[in-house]
C-alpha cells in the first residue's frame, strides 16, 4: 500500500488533477520550470492552502482528519522561511513539536542528530550562515517526525558542500521508513538523489516514474524550452542545458 | 539562568507587594491589618490596609499584569517588536467610551462602574471595528486598521474634551486620562479581575500560535495551526486586557511595550515564553511604579500614567535608536 496517495488534486488553475503516490522508504523528487505549480502542489498536500481532490495516507483521508492531526502525518518546509525573532537553535527546533503538543525530548535530539547541528544548537537562528540555517529548518520539521516528508527547494542558494549535506538529510529520512517529496531545480541532484521524480509543466503532471524514464532529453527539452543534455550512465549523473 | 527567572519574579512579586502594603504615610501592622480587615472587624490597620492599600495595590498588580501580558501578545502576533496595546485602538476606545459617559452623563444608576464598564464597551466597540477594517489577522493590516480607529477615537476624544459642560467634568476626565490606580476601591477588582482572567486564558490558549508565527504564517498552518481564527482570539484577548485596565485605571503607557523587552534577555525571544514572565513584570512594574507616586513629597500628585511614561520614553528612544543602527 502506498504512503501517500493523491488523487485528482486541483487548485484553481495552478494544479490540474494532478495524481501520484508515494512509498515507504522512498524519494520523490518534483522538478519542472518555475510557475510549474510544485510549491503549491506541496502546499495543498500539506493542507496550508485549500484544494479539490483526495488526499490519503496509508487507509486516512487527511482531508477529514483535524488539521493538527494531519501535520503529525505530513510536514512541510516551505520555500523560504524565516524567524521573526532573534531564536536560539533550540528553541527553533522544538516548534516542530506544535502538532503533537509537547516537547518530546527524544525526537528533538534526533532531530538534531540527523541534520548534525549539535555545535549550534545553543546559538540564535540569526548568528547561522545559510547553510547552517537550511539544517536548522530542516530539523524542525524532522522534530515533529512526519509519516510524509515535503520539502519546497530546500538547496536554493545553498553552495554544493550544503547542497550534499542536505539532500543526504533528506535521503536518510527517507530511507528510515518514511517517505519525502522533495521540489527541486537541480536536475543533477535529482537524479542522483530521488528514487522517483514528477515532472510538472503549467499545473500538469507531464511525466511520472524512474529518472530513466523522466529524464528524458526531448522531454525536458520540450518542457524548458531549451536543448538539454542528459547522461545518467555518468557517476554521479549529469543532467545539464545541452 | 531561565529556570531561575519565573521563581525570582514570583519571589519579586511577593515583596514589591508586602513593600506596597507596608508603605504609607501611616505605619501600621500589615498582618493585622489584613487579618483585621478579614475579620471584619473595624480596626484602624482594618481600615488602611484593607481599604486602601489592599485595593490600590491589587489595582496596580492586574493593570500591570494585564498591560505586560497584552503587549508581549501583541509583540508575538504582529511579529513586531514596537507594537503596544494603544496600537490596535483599544486605549483610545476605551478612553472615548469613558468620556463619552463623563459628557453625555449616561450610566449615572451605575455609580463608580459607569466609567469603567463605558470604558470596557469603548475597547470592545474599537477593537471590532478594527477587526472589521482589517478583514484579517494580518499584521500590516491589523497596524494599518488600529491606527485608523486610534486616530478616529483620538478626534471624538477631543470633541468630548472641547465640548466638556464644566471645568470640573473636564478636569476629572483628564486626571482620570493621565492614568492612577489610587481611590479606586474594590469595586474596579470586580471588573478587572474577570476580564484578565478570560482575556489571559485566551492569550494562554493561543500561545502555540504565536510560537509557530515566529517562522511565519505559512510554516504555522502547515503545523495544524489556524492562524486567521486563532489571531482573532488574540486581538480580543488583547481587548479584554486593555479595555478594563484602562477603564478602570486611565492610560498607563510604554508598559505593554516596555516589559516584552525587559523579559526576553532573560528568557529568550520565542514568543510564548515571553507571555507569563511579562505578565509577572508588568505586575512588579506598575506596583513599583505606584510606590514611587507615592514616595513623592505630598501635595501636586504626580499620576501613575505620567511616571510609568517618563520612565518609558527614554526606552522607546533607546529603541527606535538599537532599530536605526541596524538599517543606517
Known amino acids: 500500500m502506498a504512503l501517500i496517495s493523491v488523487h485528482d488534486l486541483t487548485v484553481d488553475t495552478r494544479v490540474k488533477h494532478a495524481s501520484l503516490e508515494l512509498h515507504r522508504c522512498e524519494m520523490l523528487g518534483l522538478i519542472g520550470p518555475n510557475g510549474a505549480g510544485k510549491s503549491t502542489l506541496l502546499n495543498a498536500i500539506a493542507g496550508v492552502i485549500e484544494s479539490e481532490g483526495k488526499i490519503h495516507v496509508e487507509d486516512k483521508d487527511v482531508q477529514v482528519l483535524d488539521s493538527k492531526h494531519r501535520a503529525r502525518l505530513i510536514g512541510l518546509q516551505p520555500q523560504s522561511v524565516e524567524s521573526a525573532w532573534s531564536i536560539d537553535v533550540n528553541d527553533v527546533v522544538e516548534l516542530g513539536r506544535i502538532p503533537w503538543g509537547d516537547s518530546d525530548q527524544n525526537a528533538i535530539q534526533q532531530a538534531i542528530k540527523w541534520t548534525d547541528i549539535e555545535a549550534f544548537t545553543h546559538r540564535r537562528i540569526n548568528e547561522l550562515s545559510g547553510g547552517e540555517r537550511a539544517r536548522v529548518w530542516l530539523a524542525r520539521v524532522l522534530a515533529g517526525r512526519p509519516q510524509v516528508l515535503l520539502v519546497d527547494e530546500p538547496i536554493a542558494n545553498l553552495d554544493i558542500h550544503y547542497q550534499l549535506s542536505v539532500m543526504n538529510v533528506l535521503w536518510n529520512y527517507a530511507q528510515n521508513n518514511h517517505g519525502v517529496i522533495v521540489a527541486i531545480h537541480d536536475l543533477s541532484l535529482a537524479a542522483r538523489y530521488c528514487d522517483r521524480l514528477c515532472l510538472m509543466h503549467k499545473g500538469n503532471i507531464i511525466a511520472i516514474g524512474n529518472p530513466e524514464k523522466v529524464l528524458n532529453e526531448e522531454i525536458l527539452s520540450d518542457t524548458y524550452g531549451i536543448p538539454v543534455h542528459v547522461n545518467l550512465k555518468h557517476q554521479p549523473p549529469i543532467v545539464i542545458p545541452g | ?328
Open chain 2, 1 to 328: 539562568m531561565k529556570r531561575a527567572f519565573l521563581p525570582s519574579l514570583l519571589i519579586l512579586l511577593i515583596i514589591v507587594t508586602w513593600v506596597s502594603l507596608s508603605f504609607g504615610s501611616v505605619a501600621v501592622s500589615v498582618v493585622t491589618g489584613i487579618s483585621d480587615w478579614l475579620r471584619h472587624i473595624s480596626s484602624r490597620e482594618a481600615l488602611i490596609i484593607g481599604e486602601i492599600r489592599l485595593p490600590r495595590t491589587l489595582l496596580a498588580l492586574c493593570v500591570g499584569a494585564a498591560l505586560g501580558l497584552s503587549g508581549a501578545a501583541l509583540q508575538g502576533l504582529l511579529r513586531n517588536p514596537l507594537a503596544d496595546p494603544s496600537l490596535v485602538g483599544a486605549s483610545q476606545g476605551a478612553s472615548l467610551g469613558a468620556a463619552t459617559v463623563f459628557y453625555f452623563g449616561l450610566l449615572t444608576g451605575m455609580g463608580a462602574l459607569a466609567t469603567a464598564i463605558a470604558g470596557l464597551i469603548g475597547a470592545m466597540l474599537a477593537l471590532l471595528f478594527m477587526l472589521g477594517l482589517a478583514g484579517s489577522g494580518r499584521p500590516s493590516l491589523v497596524i494599518l486598521a488600529g491606527l485608523a480607529v486610534s486616530t478616529i477615537a483620538g478626534a471624538a476624544l477631543a470633541v468630548v474634551l472641547n465640548f466638556a459642560p464644566n471645568p470640573y467634568a473636564m478636569q476629572e476626565l483628564v486626571f482620570w486620562l493621565l492614568g492612577a490606580v489610587s481611590n479606586r476601591g474594590m469595586d474596579s477588582l470586580y471588573i478587572l479581575l474577570p476580564a484578565l482572567i478570560i482575556g489571559s486564558a485566551l492569550i494562554w490558549d493561543q500561545r502555540h500560535l504565536l510560537a509557530g508565527l515566529s517562522l511565519g504564517d505559512q510554516v504555522a498552518e502547515s503545523m495544524g495551526l489556524s492562524v486567521a481564527r486563532g489571531s482573532r482570539l488574540i486581538v480580543l484577548g488583547t481587548a479584554f486586557l486593555v479595555g478594563s485596565s484602562v477603564s478602570v485605571a486611565g492610560n498607563i503607557g510604554f508598559v505593554g511595550l516596555l516589559v516584552p523587552h525587559i523579559v526576553r534577555p532573560w528568557v529568550g525571544h520565542r514568543p510564548d515564553k515571553v507571555l507569563l514572565p511579562s505578565l509577572l513584570v508588568g505586575a512588579i512594574l506598575v506596583c513599583l511604579a505606584d510606590i514611587i507616586v507615592r514616595a513623592l513629597p505630598a501635595g501636586q500628585e504626580l499620576k501613575l500614567g505620567v511616571v510609568t511614561s517618563i520612565i518609558g520614553a527614554p526606552f522607546f528612544l533607546w529603541l527606535v535608536w538599537k532599530e536605526r543602527k541596524q538599517w543606517l
